[in-house]
């Protein structure tokens, strides 16, 4: 049992490490692209709409590791292997939450900070312009600052501090920034431009998810103890 617990963690380690620096990626080589100048003709046309699809993604992926879990929990029943059958089988699945969250909240960050550093220059008498033009900003914004707060309590001091039930309840506004970010994605898309649809059916099935699950409507697994055949008492 002792190797076992050995290797997994082991394991472990070595997904949490090639998740981060995958995870970095997409900034290192946004970062190498505008170096070689080969963001096309507007860089930071092309730098705001990198940071903020893939802080979409990582909040999509966030959003995924709990039904992935229960379905990895479910087909291992299904296959009746001996490791994997239980729900808690899965946990480390759950700290790599965190990091996809935190992720998703940097390319959100470098998207705000694109915007107020180069297309406002600082100077906030313009927002109000911009946002006479570009209404779909106010949704951005309103979905970043929802985020801030997640970020912050993501370490684990808050959660001891706020307690599992007020800890989950915050963390459950992350269904309306996800609402939130869809629109804003599809109110600043060109007419007759269809990009922003992988990203709208994969919440769609996400919120979706969770709400089928919420109603009682998904099939329940009997808990299993890892074991082929459960004696009888």
């Known amino acids: 049992m002792l190797s076992l617990t050995l290797r997994l963690l082991h394991y ?19 970062l190498w692209h505008y170096q070689s100048q080969q963001l096309g003709s507007n860089p930071l046309e092309s730098l705001q709409h990198t ?24 087909y291992c029943i299904y296959v009746h292997v001996r490791f994997g059958k239980r729900l808690e089988d899965w946990n480390w699945i759950i700290r790599l939450r965190r990091m996809l969250g935190l992720y998703s909240f940097f390319y959100a960050s470098l ?69 939130i970010v869809i629109l804003h994605t599809w109110w600043q898309t060109k007419v007759g431009v269809y990009t922003p649809w992988p990203y709208t059916i994969a919440a769609v099935f996400l919120l979706g998810f969770r709400l089928l699950n919420w109603l009682g409507m998904l099939r329940r697994y009997r808990r299993d103890d890892g074991m082929e055949v459960t004696p009888r008492a």
């Open 12 to 30: 472990y380690q070595t997904i949490w490490w090639s998740l981060f620096l995958l995870s970095l990626l997409p900034a290192v080589m946004l």
């Open 111 to 179: 998207h705000m900070l694109l915007y107020v550093l180069f297309d406002l220059a600082m100077q906030w008498s313009w927002a109000i312009d911009d946002i006479r033009e570009k209404p779909y900003i106010v949704l951005g914004v309103i979905a970043y600052l929802m985020l801030i707060p997640l970020a912050v309590t993501s370490i684990g001091k808050f959660f001891k501090l706020m307690g599992k039930e007020k800890w989950q309840r915050l963390h459950k506004i992350v269904y309306l920034i996800l609402i």
């Open 51 to 74: 940071t903020g699809r893939w802080a979409l993604i990582f909040l999509l992926l966030t959003l995924t590791i709990t039904p992935l879990r229960k379905i990895l929990t479910a």
